[in-house]
């Protein structure tokens, strides 16, 4: 039955594909100005050390504890450089672990984020404390809506990736260094923009190529097809083999998104392409820069990858049993105050009944 | 100090090491934490680590063997792959203030994340602290894997250990010889014990072809060598034992008799005492030449006609002689006695097992060569002189002169054929591996069968010398009678090499791998060491 389901569903979908028609880029938002393709925008390189550091950044942030008044969250950020195809150890800490809290600010519109290191020599690395309006996390106008406290959790790994981002940038990086940051560069919080234009400063006041690569994008064609699909199908059409990059895809004119789109695919026999976005691209050439992350992403853990992203992730990533482990510490120190046990009781119920 | 890797993770029992890139761990490898205290840990198993998932290594190689891996390798091999070393804390060593060392056995975990070094003679110093070199037990050298840790000798208590029974276990072929070769070869000079080796393949004295005991420069006043063949090397005595030693519980689990044959043998030696056996056959022998001629007996022998008139059935005295017969190698033609083997009803071979008594009891190695014998008759001799000295040493035990006498050890190859599981009497040796502690008397059983041997009597073997078995069910049958918990080497234990083995006794505080040299080299040492000794001879001295 199951099977007869899927198959149905498989010709449906293939039926679609095969009448592929890429279309153009299709941008909802009035900022982008969608530039029909054309095949003779793809551009061939090959994977190349330029002799650029190559640094990357990731964030990862796990809720631990949470009521509806206050979520305690943990988060890491993590940066990996590598040069010449081995890894740099960078003069700043290769990790920056932190509690974040979460709790409803004295106006009651914002959530409130106070950064706790769990080394102080630490501190100096994360944002300050900052209040984020709740209507950040959520799309209903709704006053009542809920909004998720765990949600602002985000925000603070956000900032927190931008911010010692800018500070690598300005202490470890130099002149035609590239920066990678896990995700692509326009952003969306409140207060977000803030963190960065600094970052962007730091990278131009040093030379640095600042990036980000996104793992997975939203992006679609008019046709409604993933946008990095249909550049994919294109090549593939048009037999554009080996390792290739595209652009432009739009006129980008949002302020908040300060960077060109690209959608590239590093490795020949890699089923993926990605997109890819460069803040300052003028200041190099941008097949280069391809070059070198091309480079990086030859590890066969997931080749037309970058490598860097995937040891940043894994240097961040806060993982379920680290989680446990947390959890049982902060709630046998929280459930010796009066008022905290109650408060995590009113979240808790379902975990007991899903145990029953 | 070599760094060769570091604690991940794990539980008790059950440690994970992860490799450090371009070193070996091996299994059964020992390892060590700390400088003082000191974790000793053993290697028991070895597998893939990866941060790579099973699915994303599949595609990897498939990339790699499909032909569309040009231009991809690991970026950072070392982190991404590498062997991950499953191991046991075996000891835990602690040296105080004064320099005395305390071992033990580890009851926590040593610290998270420490880091692992191989492990070098000095670490295991707390081996020898306190031992009594005189009454040592020569083993081998300590192995750690592969590699031999030549400096580090490793001995065990003799008179502990050999009263408490050894047993020495491994498929054909793995050392088990040339390993009692080379614990005899240590022990020659000692004397706090005396040994019997019942040799049935006569490979430990020695020959022109193969060095043995004889080449021990002590082997003139320690080595006693019996051998029933008129061939055999010079300084050896030919073996005769007088039937007049031999008394019927002699027979007690070496030959099935019945309970009707036991009564008859009983009644016989009853009625001629030392000479029963030589009765039995000269009686019968005279019977068969007079069967025609003396109608009053009807042909049966004096013997049969004094045991039917205690009622013993007819036919019964005809299957326990034919038994007997077996056993002791006479036999009788034609009215006359035939000895085929080392048992004589003539007037030799009288003091035989008092002399090799004697021997043992002055602390010699006494080796019989019963490689001409029936296995009957070989155990048969093996029942004659332990129960002597089983005799012997209870009347010490009750005299209270038992202390001052040496260890007595029985060397056994083959040791189910004595010790199996029986459903007759109990035999001497099953004795002596059940109580013979108590009367300083002790087994040292060779198998390649274990599980042959009844679970009882492998419990009662409290030092267990393990070389190399590729049979589960052996090894299994030892483990589970071992004095450590050996349920994780039993991988190990299947890939033993020749002379590799390891030690799990009572007296030990973890199983401890060894390596026996091989014998002919320690022949060698031995004698290169004598030739280095000044020569004690002096112009006008007096011998
Ligand atoms: N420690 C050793 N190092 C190298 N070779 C050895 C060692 N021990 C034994 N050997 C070799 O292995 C062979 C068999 O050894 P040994 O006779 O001791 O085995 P075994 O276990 O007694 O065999 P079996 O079951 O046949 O009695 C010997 O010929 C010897 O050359
Ligand atoms: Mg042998």
């Given at each position: 039955m199951f099977d007869n389901c899927v198959s149905k569903i498989a010709d449906i979908l293939s039926s679609q594909s095969a009448s592929f028609e890429a279309g153009a880029p299709y941008f909802a938002d009035s900022h982008y100005k969608a530039i029909p393709f054309d095949v003779s925008n793809f551009r061939k390189f090959a994977p190349k050390r330029n002799g650029s550091t190559l640094c990357f950044v990731d964030g990862g942030n796990l809720d631990i504890v949470s009521a509806p008044n206050f979520s305690i969250q943990f988060l890491r950020i993590a940066s990996v450089a590598f040069k010449g195809g081995k890894r740099l150890p960078l003069s700043l800490p290769q990790r920056i672990e932190s509690i974040a809290l979460v709790t409803h600010a004295s106006d009651l519109r914002k959530f409130k984020v106070q950064y706790f290191p769990?080394?102080?020599?630490?501190?100096?690395?994360l944002p300050q404390d900052f209040e984020i309006s709740k209507s950040s996390f959520s799309n209903s106008q709704d006053e009542l809506a809920q909004h998720p406290i765990s949600a602002a959790g985000g925000a603070a790994r956000k900032f927190a990736e931008w911010n010692y981002g800018a500070r690598i940038i300005r202490e470890c990086l130099d002149k035609g260094d590239i920066f990678v940051r896990d995700g692509a560069l326009q952003v969306g919080l409140e207060g977000e923009e803030k963190f960065a234009t600094d970052a962007y400063a730091a990278a131009n006041d040093k030379g640095v190529i600042f990036s980000g690569f996104a793992k997975t994008s939203t992006l679609v064609t008019t046709t409604g097809f993933p946008l990095t699909a249909s550049v994919q199908m294109l090549a593939n059409k048009h037999n554009v083999g080996g390792a290739w990059y595209y652009a432009p895809l739009a006129e980008n004119q949002n302020p908040r998104h300060l960077g060109d789109i690209f959608v590239g695919k590093f490795f020949e026999h890699s089923p993926y392409a990605f997109r890819f976005e460069i803040h300052n691209g003028a200041g190099r050439e941008v097949g280069a820069i391809f070059e070198e992350i091309a480079d990086n992403s030859r590890d066969l853990s997931f080749p037309g990858y970058p490598y860097g992203l995937v040891v940043a992730d894994k240097l961040a990533r806060v993982e379920m049993g680290e989680r446990d482990a947390l959890q049982a510490r902060i709630k046998l120190q929280l459930s010796r105050v009066k008022g905290i046990r109650e408060c995590i009781a009113a979240t808790d119920a379902h975990k007991i009944i899903s145990g029953l | 100090m070599e760094i060769c890797g570091q604690i991940v993770s794990g539980e008790h029992g059950e440690i994970f090491i992860r490799q450090k890139s371009g070193e070996t761990l091996e299994i059964g490898e020992m390892l060590a934490v700390g400088e003082n205290p000191i974790s000793i840990m053993m290697v028991y198993d070895l597998t893939y680590g990866s941060q790579l998932s099973q699915g994303n290594l599949e595609l990897a190689s498939g990339m790699h063997i499909e032909g569309m891996?040009?231009?991809?390798?690991?970026?950072?091999e070392n982190l991404q792959n590498y062997v991950i070393a499953k191991v046991k804390a075996v000891a835990y060593v602690k040296k105080n203030v004064n320099g005395k060392y305390e071992a033990s056995i580890p009851k926590s975990l040593p610290q998270f994340f420490s880091k692992v070094r191989k492990v070098t003679s000095a670490d295991f110093e707390f081996l020898s602290d306190g031992k009594n070199a005189e009454h040592s037990l020569y083993l081998g050298c300590l192995r750690s894997g592969s590699s031999r840790l030549k400096d580090m000798e490793i001995t065990i208590d003799g008179p502990d250990a050999l009263t408490h029974h050894i047993l020495i276990t491994a498929t054909t072929g793995r050392g088990k010889s040339n390993l009692v070769k080379a614990m005899l070869w240590k022990l020659l000079d000692k004397e706090y014990c005396g040994i019997l080796v019942l040799d049935p393949h006569d490979e430990y004295f020695g020959n022109s072809a193969a060095p043995g005991m004889r080449d021990h420069p002590k082997a003139k006043e320690n080595v006693v060598y019996y051998s029933p063949s008129a061939s055999a090397p010079k300084g050896s005595i030919t073996l005769r034992i007088n039937t007049k030693s031999v008394k019927p519980w002699h027979f007690n689990g070496v030959v099935n008799i019945t309970d009707a044959q036991s009564q008859a043998m009983h009644l016989i030696y009853q009625r001629y005492r030392d000479d029963w056996i030589r009765k039995m056959f000269e009686e019968s022998a005279e019977a068969a030449s007079l069967a025609f001629s003396d109608e009053r007996t009807g042909g049966k022998s004096g013997i049969e006609a004094y045991l039917e008139s205690r009622g013993v059935m007819e036919g019964t005295f005809a299957a326990l002689k034919r038994k007997i017969s077996v056993a002791l190698d006479i036999f009788e033609e034609g009215g006359k006695i035939i000895e085929k083997g080392v048992f004589t009803t003539k007037e030799t071979g009288i003091g035989a097992a008092d002399d090799i008594l004697a021997a043992l009891e002055s602390g010699k190695k006494v080796i019989i060569d019963t490689s001409r014998l029936s296995s009957y008759a070989e155990i048969l001799v093996g029942s004659i002189i332990a129960n002597k000295v089983f005799e012997k040493y209870a009347e010490y035990k009750s005299a209270g002169t038992l202390d001052g006498k040496p260890v007595v050890s029985i060397v056994l190859e083959e040791a189910p054929r004595v010790l199996g599981a029986s459903d007759g009497e109990i035999n001497v040796f099953g004795r002596i591996a059940r109580e013979g502690r108590k009367f300083k008397i002790g087994l040292i059983g060779i198998t390649q069968l274990a599980s042959l041997i009844p679970r009882e009597v492998l419990a009662n073997m409290n030092t267990k010398i393990i070389l190399g078995n590729e049979m589960e069910a052996e090894r299994r049958a030892i483990i589970e009678s071992a004095a450590q918990d050996l349920s994780t080497e039993s991988k190990m234990i299947a890939s033993l090499e020749k002379g590799e083995a390891l030690v799990s006794s009572i007296f030990t505080k973890f199983a401890i791998p060894i390596y026996t040299p091989l014998f002919n080299d320690i022949v060698k040492e031995t004698k290169a060491a004598e030739s280095k000794q000044p020569v004690r001879k002096y112009v006008g001295s007096d011998d």
């Open positions: 769990l080394d102080d020599g630490q501190r100096q690395y | 891996g040009a231009g991809l390798s690991f970026m950072e």
